[in-house]
């Protein structure tokens, strides 16, 4: 697919899943605004990528923040005059805690950022999408494994990631009159800063402490890729790719 004169905005770009995917997209040919929180991370990212410097524009954004995310989507009108693609990716955790332990604070830090932040986002998307020439696009989810199963002491995040899943259900037919498909990548175990603490161990449902497989993060890029390659006529509502050996079915 031709996709030289696409633009994507990816959440959270400064590192794991975000910073794979938005080099995936730039090497694929598009145009991609890089968003997070950390400019500096943001400009390595742009750097790494070896894109020209007119298709790839980094913008710090807090995602928790409306005015924040209002001035992410005007900028990238701004510069680029439309968008073809939102890879809400942006997300954070809380420490694993029992529930009764969870301050109100780290519990609405992860609701705020992975749910309200995707909500915000796909908001300003939804006003580009419907009002551009042609009109459309598409909206990914980043979900998780979490979105189905829970972890010990997960309840903001897996709270988050179930919501994810019914607003990405929402925008599909909320969008569906305007050319704006939606889906979900649920992600079991990449190699990332937060994926990747499997590798040393972690809680298990039993009890036990268990080491999880794991799996390169160039993997979820390609599945992103392939999502976002389809025509606006046809969709990946949900995909699931994960570590072959994770506990997922039965978590155990």
């Not at 697919?1 to 994507?8: G, N, P």
């Not at 742009?46 to 005007?74: K, Y």
């Not at 989810?141 to 259900?169: C, Q």
Request: aromatic letters at 4%; a positive charge.
């Amino acid at each position: 697919m031709e996709t030289s004169r696409k633009v994507a905005i990816v959440t959270g770009a400064g590192s794991g899943i975000g910073r794979g995917t938005a080099k995936g997209l730039l090497a694929a040919g598009y145009a991609v605004v890089l968003a997070g929180r950390r400019e500096d991370a943001l400009k390595a990212v742009a750097q790494e990528s070896g894109a020209p410097a007119d298709r790839v524009l980094t913008v710090p954004t807090d995602i928790m923040q409306p005015e924040s995310v209002r001035a992410l989507f005007a900028r990238t009108r701004e510069v680029f005059g439309r968008l073809d693609l939102l890879f809400n990716n942006a997300g954070t955790n809380a420490p694993g805690v029992p529930l009764e332990e969870l301050s109100l604070e780290q519990w609405k830090a992860v609701i705020d950022t992975n749910l309200t932040g995707a909500f915000l986002c796909t908001q300003e998307a939804f006003r580009m999408m419907k009002a551009q020439q042609p009109r459309g696009g598409r909206i990914i989810n980043n979900g998780s494994i979490s979105a189905y199963v829970p972890r010990p002491n997960s309840s903001p995040y897996t709270a988050a990631k179930h919501g994810i899943t019914g607003l990405t259900k929402a925008t599909a037919l909320d969008g569906r009159a305007f050319d704006i498909a939606c889906g979900q990548i649920d992600i079991g175990n990449a190699d990332t800063a937060m994926g990747g603490r499997m590798k040393k161990g972690v809680p298990q449902a039993n009890g036990t402490i268990a080491v999880e497989a794991t799996i390169e993060v160039e993997h979820v890029v390609q599945a992103v890729l392939y999502m976002a390659s389809l025509p606006l006529e046809a969709n990946v509502a949900t995909l699931t790719v994960m570590a072959t050996k994770m506990p997922f079915v039965g978590r155990g």
